[in-house]
């Protein structure tokens, strides 16, 4: 405070002030004072004299304990007063200090806060005036108190919260109901059924927009007159849900035909009681009976679908448990066999028994990855793919293998862009394809087609998918078709209607899993000796398409540390083997909260972590966020025979730098661990 500062003169010669008395050129207290201050040491409130001229000053012991300090644990002064207080109330306070010397009032009042021994800010009542002036008019000597008031303050603030957010409330509340006037207002006139108030002799009140429409005339020809009248009628009608509400105090309703308007009519009517339980008025609904019924029918149609889609969830989750233990297994088969594979001549005579057992074990995978893709474990690799590209891709490849078939192709011009995981779409397509074939023992026509369609919340709802814009790949076949039962059960897993040895039952199931692991849907038409056609509906996307660049297949090995994490003993032996055939040293942690444990202990010696997924205790995605909180650059590579609800992808969202799925052999091991740890040397670091 620039004035304050310049009442004070230079200190030299100035006398000492200690506890109240100035020693050397000034004056001593008067006896007086030094009652006064005694007294009010006495009290609960911390007391200060400040001689302004030299910026010394006297704190009370309890001035001192106040803020938790011994008396005269620190110097007394100005600065030392102005070092303690809180930089957002310096400037108010001294400004208050400032107006009270100016204006020379009675005293002054100012609530500001100071630092505590402990380093907390206590909030203070500060009194003070101007108790001695000189003989030219400048203050001398000001003395004043100090008040601890954190208690009131924060109850105060706590009150200010509590008055702020009642005030939002009763605001909140005010618009609500504006809005919900207006909005039932809006909605009484938006239903499309006829809606009516009548009293309790059947004259009409009011209707809502649908009733004057429904009745062709203005509300002025309405109100006022007697329902039964409108239609033509001299008295109330023999079956009357009105009269029988009006007798019981209880809903009621009727069908019945009207000969006047030609019209089913479905009519129900509700009672309005006033505060002593009598009826006051009935509010009367009205509809067409006939679209009631094909509504009806329609919903048994959407409770059939949605218990269809339960159903599918609840073996989807069997499936992927299944599909998972089956994999882990899969695993220890295929890293043993790697490991006796990788040091034995080309010409030894195990060479075709390996050869024989990796054959299995890629059998089993793909069986073990049609339950995933039924069980919607997780899109690993999502990417902007078009839809057009990889339909032809793999249209043309299937088409090389089935001369029987004729292939037509019907395509969007523009670029049908989803983003997906590019295998599992294959997958998709593929198995549809085969379906197709099989449906089609003699040969055939087989039509692939695609297009941009906008979609409705009417056409959406059973299949439990947003409305929106989505790519349509529709795949035809002049088949054998399907009855109705048939259709019912096409996507069940282990379903098929093929003879032994001609399929599993899971091509179409994996398809309608993986499809709606991407939020999309299948829907089938199809009729005995007329073909099927299979609808496949993806969101689509405005990014562009990428393209994949298919790389040799070679062992590339390293020389880094490598973390592994993984809660399975067969596991971790086969990894461990196969990491240090490829030259890595393998450091292994049986679990999640072992593997923190070596992450922060030996972090800046490990250059790569791969993750398990699926572990008891903590699993792979607190596993990783752990890391990341720990070693923020750390490298991870998640591994997993599945994942749960797209956990994978949530995981690999966040950063995470690569995945494998097991069982993975020594090529794809070797590709993507130095896949990763080159793409993390050549990103450029942060200084």
């Known amino acids: 405070m620039g004035d304050i500062k310049a009442m004070r003169s230079s200190r030299a010669g100035a006398g000492k002030w200690i506890r109240g008395e100035q020693v050397g050129d000034e004056a001593t207290l008067s006896k007086k004072e030094k009652l006064l201050a005694l007294a009010l040491e006495a009290s609960n409130d911390g007391i200060w004299v400040w001689h302004i001229p030299t910026g010394d000053a006297y704190f009370s012991p309890r001035y001192y304990m106040m803020l938790g300090y011994e ?105 609500e109901l504006e809005q919900t006037t207006s909005l039932l207002e809006a909605t009484f006139n938006a239903i499309p059924d006829v809606l009516g108030v009548q009293d309790n002799q059947h004259h009409i009140i009011r209707y809502n927009a649908a009733g004057y429409q429904f009745l062709n005339r203005p509300h002025e020809a309405v109100e006022g007159k007697r329902c039964f009248e409108l239609i033509g009628r001299k008295k109330e009608c023999d079956l009357c849900a009105t009269s029988e509400c009006y007798r019981t105090k209880k809903p009621a309703s009727v069908e019945r035909y009207e000969e006047a308007l030609d019209t089913w009519l479905d009519v129900r009517a509700y009672p309005i009681l006033d505060d002593k ?25 959407l409770q059939a679908q949605l218990l269809n889609a339960q159903k599918m969830e609840s073996l989807g989750t069997l499936a992927g448990g299944i599909a998972h233990d089956f994999n882990n297994l899969l695993m220890g088969i295929q890293g043993r066999i790697s490991l006796i594979a990788i040091d034995m001549e080309p010409y030894h005579t195990h060479t075709e028994h390996i050869s024989a057992i990796e054959e299995y074990i890629r059998s089993a995978t793909n069986l073990t990855k049609q339950l995933l893709g039924f069980a919607r ?117 282990f379903f098929t209607t093929k003879d032994k040895g001609r399929g599993t039952g899971l091509g179409l199931a994996s398809a309608y899993g993986i499809v709606k692991n991407h939020s999309g849907f299948i829907t089938v038409y199809s009729e005995v000796g007329q073909g099927t056609t299979l ?37 971790v032996d086969v990894c461990k083997a196969m990491l240090e ?97 080159d793409a993390v040397k050549n990103t450029p670091q942060d200084c």
């Open 535 to 571: 609808n496949i509906y993806l969101p689509l996307s405005d990014k562009v398409a990428t393209a994949d660049v298919p790389a040799e297949q070679q062992i590339l090995k390293g020389s880094e540390t490598v973390l592994l994490v993984d809660d399975e003993e067969m596991i």
């Open 71 to 175: 008396p005269d644990e620190f110097p007394a002064g100005y600065d030392t007063w102005a070092s303690l207080l809180h930089p957002d109330d310096l400037a108010q306070t001294q400004a208050t200090i400032q107006q009270h010397i100016e204006n020379r009032s009675e005293g002054y009042e100012v609530e500001f806060r100071l630092k505590t021994k402990a380093g907390d800010w206590l909030w203070i009542f500060g009194r003070g005036k101007v108790a001695e002036w000189d003989e030219e008019g400048k203050p001398v000597r000001l003395v004043g108190s100090h008040v601890n008031i954190d208690n009131r303050k924060r109850i105060e603030q706590q009150l200010a919260a509590y008055r702020d957010q009642l005030e939002k409330m009763v605001q909140e509340r005010t618009l």
């Open 377 to 493: 474990g997780g899109k690993y690799e999502v990417k902007p793919i078009d839809m057009n590209k990889l339909l032809t891709d793999s249209a043309a490849m299937f088409g090389r293998t089935r001369k029987e078939l004729q292939i037509h192709h019907q395509m969007t011009p523009e670029a049908l862009t989803v983003e997906a995981d590019k295998r599992q779409m294959e997958q998709v397509l593929l198995n549809t394809y085969i379906n197709a074939w099989q449906a089609m023992p003699d040969g055939g026509e087989l039509y692939l087609a695609t297009s941009r369609e906008v979609l409705d919340e009417a056409f959406c709802k059973p299949h439990q998918v947003a409305p929106g814009r989505y790519a349509k790949v529709s795949v035809t076949d002049t088949g054998i078709g399907m009855d109705a039962a048939t259709r019912l059960r096409i996507f069940d897993p």
């Open 581 to 677: 055939k490829l030259g890595y040293r393998v450091v292994v942690a049986n679990g999640g909260a072992q593997a923190i444990d070596v992450i922060r202990q030996k972090g800046a010696d490990i250059d790569l972590v791969i993750l398990d997924l699926i572990m008891p205790g903590m699993d792979g995605g607190a596993v990783f966020e752990r890391i990341r909180d720990i070693m923020p650059a750390m490298p991870v590579i998640l591994s997993s025979g599945y994942a749960i609800n797209g956990q994978a992808t949530q995981i690999m969202q966040k950063g995470c730098n690569g995945f494998i799925q097991k069982p993975f052999n020594f090529y794809a091991l070797s590709e993507k661990i130095r896949k990763t740890l």
């Open 277 to 301: 339980g009598n009826i006051v008025k009935v509010i009367e609904h009205l509809r067409d009976i006939t679209p009631t019924k094909t509504a009806e029918a329609e919903n048994r149609k």
